[in-house]
């Protein structure tokens, strides 16, 4: 599956892409999201702006964000098939973001029965800062 990330100004734009966004969790507020707004770094203010005073797409969208860090800059939005795909911490898929096209792949990390569920994880399992705990 191969899906274009779509940058705040793109749903701001088309009031589909609005409406897409609709279903995407958190349907509240959640508290932890709110502090990661708050304290959010200076390109994820930069992508919220866009959205002016519409908390909830904000909400959604740092809830929902995927992105990429290289030496060519951050890369992120979202993708609105992908940010329905669940968590596991053993994952029957992954993805990556492939930069010159902004499109999320994503691939099978071992044989997917018919039926199963495809998962990925949020985390990073080489970043040691993705573990929670002491």
Same mark, same amino acid.
């Given at each position: 599956? @191969?899906?274009?990330?779509?940058?705040?100004? $793109?749903?701001? =734009?088309?009031?589909?892409?609005?409406? =897409?966004?609709?279903?995407l969790?958190?349907?509240?507020g959640?508290?932890y999201?709110?502090?990661?707004?708050?304290?959010?770094?200076?390109?994820?203010?930069?992508?919220?702006? =866009?959205?002016? $005073?519409?908390?909830?797409?904000?909400?959604?969208?740092?809830?929902n964000?995927?992105?990429?860090?290289?030496?060519r800059? $951050?890369?992120?939005?979202?993708?609105?098939?992908?940010?329905?795909?669940?968590?596991?911490?053993?994952?029957? =898929?992954?993805?990556?973001?492939?930069?010159?096209? @902004?499109? @999320?792949?994503l691939?099978?990390?071992?044989?997917?029965?018919p039926?199963?569920?495809?998962?990925?994880s949020?985390?990073?399992?080489?970043?040691?800062t993705?573990?929670?705990? $002491?």
């Open positions: 599956m @191969m899906e274009r990330i779509l940058r705040p100004e $793109d749903i701001m =734009a088309d009031e589909r892409l609005m409406a =897409a966004m609709a279903p969790e958190p349907t509240d959640h508290v999201t709110i502090m990661r707004i708050e304290e959010s770094s200076q390109s994820m203010e930069n992508d919220l702006a =866009a959205f002016g $005073d519409n908390y909830e797409l904000k909400i959604k969208y740092v809830r964000a995927v992105g990429s860090h290289d030496d800059g $951050d890369f992120g939005g979202i993708c609105l098939d992908m940010s329905r795909l669940r968590h596991a911490c053993d994952p029957n =898929a992954g993805t990556y973001l492939d930069v010159e096209t @902004m499109r @999320m792949v691939h099978a990390n071992r044989a997917i029965e039926g199963e569920e495809i998962t990925i949020y985390t990073d399992g080489l970043d040691p993705c573990y929670a705990g $002491d």
